[in-house]
């Protein structure tokens, strides 16, 4: 079964051992609102607060993104910057790309080198 958002941080933050009037304090928020978080009464919280809670738990910033069901800031900015991107991804979501079409472009980029800094391990 899938975590909700206000699960998966409470349970990073209680294997992390920080209280929640501690997470809350250090992202400067209620711990209140964080309580309503974890707890499933409000929504996941802006993009830019799960970078802060993903830095106060120091865990990876994708894991909380993608349980909030949002998009990393930097991916966004991205796209906004190449609208090639964009188009590109909206043509992947008018072709309905499955799990296996994306691991099998994913392949076929690495294998192709497309891009730079391939002399760096991804």
């Known amino acids: 079964m899938n975590k909700t958002f206000g ?3 409470k349970n990073l933050r ?3 051992g920080i209280g929640l009037r501690e997470l809350a304090r ?3 928020k209620s711990a209140g609102y964080l309580s309503d978080v974890e707890n499933g009464r409000v929504p ?3 993009e830019a607060i799960i970078l802060e809670i993903a830095k106060a ?4 910033k994708s894991e909380l993104l993608i349980v909030a069901r949002k998009v990393d800031p930097e ?3 991205y ?3 190449q609208p090639q991107a964009a188009d590109f991804l909206r043509m992947a979501k008018n072709q309905e ?3 296996n079409d994306w691991e099998r472009l994913t392949q076929l980029a690495k294998f192709t080198k497309l891009g730079k800094g391939w002399n760096e391990e991804k």
Do not use: M, N, R
């Open 26 to 28: 250090i992202i400067d």
């Open 14 to 16: 209680i294997k992390a």
């Open 44 to 46: 996941p919280p802006s």
């Open 97 to 99: 790309f499955s799990d």
């Open 75 to 77: 991916l966004s900015e």
């Open 57 to 60: 738990l120091e865990v990876d």
């Open 7 to 9: 699960e998966t941080v």
């Open 79 to 81: 796209v906004a910057q």
